[in-house]
C-alpha cells in the first residue's frame, strides 16, 4: 500500500466518523380526555395521546396512580379539578411535557 492511498482511506474513515446521524424531531406533548362512566362519587376517564414524535408516555394523574401506556385510564373523584401530567420522549431520548387541569 502507498502512502498517499493510506493518508486517502485515513481522511475517509475520519470523514465518516465524524458524520452526525441526522437528529429525531423534536417530542410535543399533548392529550384530550373522555369521560367514559360515572357513579355516585367516581368518574372513570381515559386519556387519549396526542403528542408527536414520542415513544415513551409518563402519565401522573394526580391522584397517587400513573400509567405508562400510550392512552390510558384511571378513576377519579368527581366534582373535583385534577391536575394530570404527560411526559414524553423521542427517540433520542429528549422529553417533553404537557399538564392540564382537568374537571371532573
Same mark, same amino acid.
Given at each position: $500500500?502507498?502512502?498517499?492511498? !493510506? =493518508? ?5 474513515? !475520519? ?40 415513544? !415513551?408516555?409518563?402519565?401522573? =394523574? ?13 378513576? =377519579? ?19 417533553? $411535557? ?7
Amino acid at each position: $500500500m502507498s502512502i498517499r492511498f !493510506t =493518508f486517502i482511506i485515513g481522511i475517509l474513515i !475520519t470523514i465518516l466518523a465524524c458524520k452526525k446521524e441526522k437528529e429525531a424531531p423534536l417530542p410535543i406533548a399533548d392529550f384530550f380526555v373522555e369521560v367514559l362512566n360515572c357513579t355516585n362519587d367516581t368518574c372513570t376517564v381515559k386519556f387519549y395521546d396526542n403528542s408527536k414524535n414520542a415513544i !415513551t408516555w409518563i402519565w401522573n =394523574f394526580g391522584n397517587g396512580k400513573t400509567s405508562f401506556k400510550e392512552n390510558a385510564t384511571t378513576k =377519579f373523584q368527581i366534582n373535583k379539578k385534577h391536575t394530570i401530567q404527560l411526559k414524553i420522549k423521542n427517540i433520542d431520548g429528549i422529553d417533553a $411535557m404537557k399538564i392540564k387541569d382537568v374537571n371532573i
